[in-house]
């Protein structure tokens, strides 16, 4: 099974971790992906990928349709992203067509990586955009409160080093954020409770990326059962015992009848 799904960015809220405390989470919903394509080191392709399908759209262009329908997939899919894998990972359930939900791939206190692209905040100034002071604000200062100052060296070098932070377009560009914690699923609402913030905007396209398990997580104790849940399990071992005794009688039975008949026949 691949460790990688694509998901849709939703609103935060809080709740609470492993260990009782209150935290903030982020909501990513997570739909059954769809496999539209299985790319490998042997063929054309050249390299190890899978091919999802997520999302839903009134309209999309013939290529997509026909591109989802070669794999068995008659809904018309929003978006189509590849996943890296493994040459191991390529098993039967890779198959195109074959849908993976989100409880096949993650579970609470798993350790993930979240990659999106980042809101798009226009041009910004270097205050903004890589945290400068700024300028004295006494001593006569009037306007430039905000401003860089000096970008160069003078005669030597006479020019502006390449990468100069400086003002500039900010935002909308690919971010990751690694060792996030799973700490709620929603297997009805196909949601993923990740711990914290995740970039991009709400509505956004995520890719989800298993890295392992929380170090040092410890699972929370399970609930107990209520009392009918609990008289409900014992009657079901009490029938259980009752068919498994009534057996063996009924097979000493028939070994019983088949023996005289033989000595009947003789």
Do not use: C
């Amino acid at each position: 099974m691949i460790n990688t799904l694509f998901g849709i960015k939703k609103d935060m809220t809080a709740t609470y971790d492993s260990r009782g405390r209150r935290v903030g989470a982020t909501m990513v919903e997570i739909v059954p992906n769809f496999v539209t394509q299985v790319k490998t080191s042997e063929g054309k392709d050249g390299y190890n990928a899978v091919q999802l399908g997520i999302g839903s759209k009134k309209s999309v262009k013939k290529p997509q349709l026909g591109h989802s329908k070669k794999a068995g997939i008659e809904q018309p899919l929003r978006w189509m992203r590849e996943a890296a894998t493994e040459e191991n990972t390529q098993a039967e359930n890779l198959k195109p067509g074959t849908a993976i939900k989100l409880d096949q791939v993650f579970s609470i206190g798993d350790s993930i990586k979240v990659s999106g692209t980042s809101k798009g905040k226009g041009f910004q100034g270097g205050v903004r955009r890589h945290g400068f002071h700024g300028g004295p604000k006494t001593h006569g200062q009037s306007d430039r409160l905000r401003a860089p100052g000096a970008i160069g060296s003078g005669t030597t070098p006479g020019r502006v080093y390449k990468g100069k932070r400086m003002a500039g377009h900010m935002g909308n560009s690919g971010v990751s954020v690694k060792n996030l914690e799973v700490v709620g699923i929603d297997k009805q609402k196909n949601l993923l409770l990740v711990k914290g913030s995740v970039p991009g905007a709400a509505g956004s396209l995520v890719m989800v990326t298993k890295l392992g398990r929380v170090k040092g997580y410890t699972p929370p104790p399970e609930e107990k059962p209520s009392e009918e849940e609990q008289a409900e399990a014992q009657e079901a071992e009490a029938k259980q015992e009752q068919a498994a005794e009534e057996v063996p009688q009924s097979e000493a039975g028939q070994s019983v009848a088949e023996k005289e008949g033989e000595q009947n026949a003789s």
